[in-house]
């Protein structure tokens, strides 16, 4: 009984009876001449037929040969066909992406990568979920996601993304209502805008070169949009991103507070599965989030 029919000894078999000849099947096939010489005899070895005859002027194919080269060619052309396919598939990305961040990081940071995703990877899709929750990477079928803080999923991996620049702001009529802090240790003294999850005794803003500094507040809110509005209403001071509150600082909506003091900007995060999962179209985007 001979051996399992070699595809790659096949594969030289078709092309040297496309071209009529070993040497110009080699030199397509980048091959040397001997080892498409001896693909050939292994095959027809292994197979117990001849499939070429040779003379000193030509090579032509035996029945047998026509016969093979008729049944083959068109398995090696699908073969070759789906080879490619899977090859491409690997090397660029492809299919749907599910990437989550809250709503105001999923209009200011994935929004705008997403679109240039789309645009240099024609097989690709992004579905950006908003959320201002702590979304399951399994349950929801995330790929990744955009989060502020430290990792506590020791199951993802964790980069750095370009910092946001924060900035303090009060409102005209909370101003004229309790003033404005002159130090950070003043925020003692002052309604902060917190967040739901700052409900301890022991809340800090971090200053760059400073230690941090407690504050205090009656009004916790969920999002920076929250916040935003919050201060616009005078309820307190609040730390935004920059973008967030410039436009409204310009128009003397709000005013910018403790500006000698540079606070520390706020630091986001990509999350991801392990790089041993990570597939070529989470990689991609990745990059993108990295690169800006």
Not at 37 to 52: D, H, K, M, T
Not at 154 to 166: Q, T
Not at 250 to 267: A, H, M, N, R, W
């Given at each position: ?264 900007p706020f630091q986001l995060y990509v999350l991801y ?20």
């Amino acid at each position: 009984m001979g051996k399992s029919l070699d595809l790659n000894a096949v594969r030289v078999f078709v092309k040297v009876a496309e071209l009529g000849s070993l040497s110009a099947a080699a030199t397509a096939m980048k091959l040397p001449i001997s080892t498409v010489s001896r693909q050939l005899a292994a095959l027809e070895q292994n197979l117990s037929v001849r499939f070429i005859t040779r003379t000193t002027r030509r090579l032509s194919l035996t029945d047998e040969g026509r016969g093979f080269y008729q049944r083959m060619a068109p398995i090696i052309e699908e073969a070759t066909a789906v080879e490619r396919m899977l090859r491409n598939s690997i090397d660029e990305p492809h299919g749907l992406l599910r990437v989550t961040a809250t709503s105001l990081f999923a209009s200011h940071v994935l929004a705008p990568v997403a679109a240039k995703y789309i645009t240099l990877y024609q097989d690709v899709e992004v579905q950006i979920i908003a959320s201002n929750s702590r979304l399951d990477f399994v349950d929801e079928g995330l790929d990744l996601a955009i989060r502020a803080g430290p990792l506590e999923d020791s199951s993802l991996i964790s980069r750095s993304l370009k910092p946001i620049p924060a900035i303090l702001s009060a409102a005209p009529g909370y101003e004229a209502a309790h003033g404005l802090p002159i130090m950070p240790a003043d925020l003692d003294h002052h309604q902060a805008i917190l967040f739901n999850e700052d409900t301890d005794q022991n809340v800090v803003w971090p200053f760059i070169d400073l230690e941090p500094v407690p504050v205090t507040g009656r009004l916790h809110v969920n999002s920076f949009e929250q916040a935003f509005q919050a201060a616009l209403s005078g309820a307190g001071i609040a730390r935004m991103p920059k973008f967030l509150c410039e436009q409204a600082i310009s128009d003397g909506q709000l005013i910018p507070v403790l500006t000698k003091y540079e606070s520390q900007p706020f630091q986001l995060y990509v999350l991801y599965p392990s790089r041993r999962q990570l597939s070529r179209k989470v990689r991609a985007f990745v990059d993108l989030l990295l690169a800006g």
